[in-house]
């Protein structure tokens, strides 16, 4: 059987080890008897859309190998959803125009849910639109909000950032707090879901210990029971650490900070929460304040990564290649934990139909009682995803990444395609 080329791409927000997925696609693929050339995306499924393709195959072994540490995306990302196959048909009619002219039979995409939805879409191709095509998500989110598999791929970096971060933090404000700052506010990511919040309490050994509160979007924010929190906190410890969820809300379910708009995914773009927490500190408790926002530091600090998460990431990658050899279609690797004590974690497989479009939120038994902290079986899942320090290479005092040359392939077809 003559071998199908493969299409790989990166969606959305990159991670810390979203580059290891990506070179575990590429190093199984270049050992595959099935599968031919990896041609990636040039800022992800807009690659496709375009022709705008790039050769992995010219890339080294080693320069495929540093992928491990290297984070961003290295083949560039983009958030683009395609739309219905009945809603914008020359969209799918596009994609197949250019698999077709590149001999591509293989698709893997790496992202989040959105990106699931999609790959779910691409998989379809050929029972709606004749084409053989078979699509294997793999999964990516700092978020940890995808179904089914015990946890995704990039969170378990983030986790460790956040909390050894809010650590750091909180000794720099405890060493100060007689003079200076009484609240320090640290917003993290996580729109619907809070675990990158929740990661901050792996920061609390003792009893005092910050984070004092926890801000999660799965509880309403209630600001007198807020207020209350962060008042006992300053005058039992002489200051107060709080970590917050970008997607805090009120009961209603409106953000506390809505900018007004929407990204291309159709989701609320998010105005900053943590200077509303602080500010409102301000005004009702009258302490002095300081926040941050670690953004795309939080998702890209390779160099506080998780072994544990660098593993997965890798692992995942091979996988959705295997899955591929096997002939299967619509599916995606996922994580699965271990029945025993001492964690362990192996590779199994999710319909896409079950993972689309389906979020994953915060358990109520790992959140505390008030609403405010995590329990100890939010604990006892968080803490062995954050374990072990995956290593990076340093070069004159900076870390060394992989520098890929990024060929593009050759187009094949006439006009250009606009998005």
């Not at 078979?134 to 995808?146: W, Y």
């Not at 943590?274 to 530091?297: F, I, R, T």
Request: charged share 20%.
């Amino acid at each position: 059987m003559a071998r199908k080329n493969a299409f790989y791409a990166q969606s959305g927000g990159v991670t810390a080890v979203i580059n290891a997925s990506a070179a575990g696609v590429i190093e199984a693929a270049r050992d595959s008897k099935v599968i031919g050339k990896v041609y990636a995306g040039r800022n992800g499924i807009i690659g496709a859309l375009t022709e705008d393709l790039i050769d992995t195959s010219k890339e080294s072994k080693a320069a495929i190998a540093a992928l491990r540490h290297t984070p961003g995306g290295a083949f560039g990302s983009c958030r683009y959803k395609l739309k219905n196959l009945e809603t914008n048909r020359r969209e799918y009619e596009r994609l197949i125009e250019v698999f077709r002219a590149h001999d591509i039979g293989y698709f893997f995409y790496n992202g989040g849910g959105d990106s699931a939805d999609t790959c779910l879409k691409v998989s379809q191709l050929a029972e709606t639109m004749g084409y053989p095509i078979q699509a294997i998500h793999v999964p990516k989110t700092v978020d940890n909000d995808l179904p089914i598999t015990d946890c995704s791929p990039g969170f378990g970096s983030v986790a460790k950032y956040t909390a050894v971060s809010i650590r750091e933090a909180a000794l720099d404000v405890m060493s100060m707090c007689a003079t200076s700052t009484k609240v320090f506010v640290m917003e993290v990511m996580g729109r619907h879901a809070g675990w990158i919040a929740a990661a901050a309490g792996l920061a609390q050994e003792q009893e005092g210990d910050a984070p004092h509160i926890i801000v999660f979007p799965e509880i309403a924010f209630d600001q007198a029971k807020f207020l209350k929190k962060v008042q006992q906190a300053v005058k039992k410890y002489g200051y107060c650490v709080i970590a917050v969820s970008e997607g805090a809300r009120y009961k209603d379910g409106t953000f506390l900070a809505d900018a007004g708009s929407t990204d291309a995914f159709g989701h609320k773009q998010l105005g900053g929460v943590a200077p509303v927490l602080a500010q409102l500190v301000k005004n009702e408790l009258g302490h002095k304040y300081h926040w941050a926002v670690p953004d795309y530091l939080q998702r890209s600090g390779r160099h506080l990564a998780s072994a544990t998460d660098l593993e997965q990431a890798y692992a995942v990658g091979r996988a959705a290649v295997t899955f591929a050899e096997q002939g299967k279609n619509a599916v995606m690797p996922a994580i699965v934990r271990g029945k025993g004590k001492k964690y362990a974690w192996s590779i199994g497989e999710a319909p896409l139909a079950d993972v689309a479009n389906v979020e994953k939120k915060m358990p109520r038994n790992f959140i505390s009682k008030d609403g405010f902290g995590i329990t100890d079986e939010a604990r006892a899942y968080l803490l062995p995803l954050i374990q072990g320090e995956a290593e990076m290479p340093f070069k004159n005092g900076m870390p060394v990444h992989a520098r890929l040359k990024l060929a593009p392939v050759t187009k094949k077809l006439k006009g250009k395609f606009s998005i």
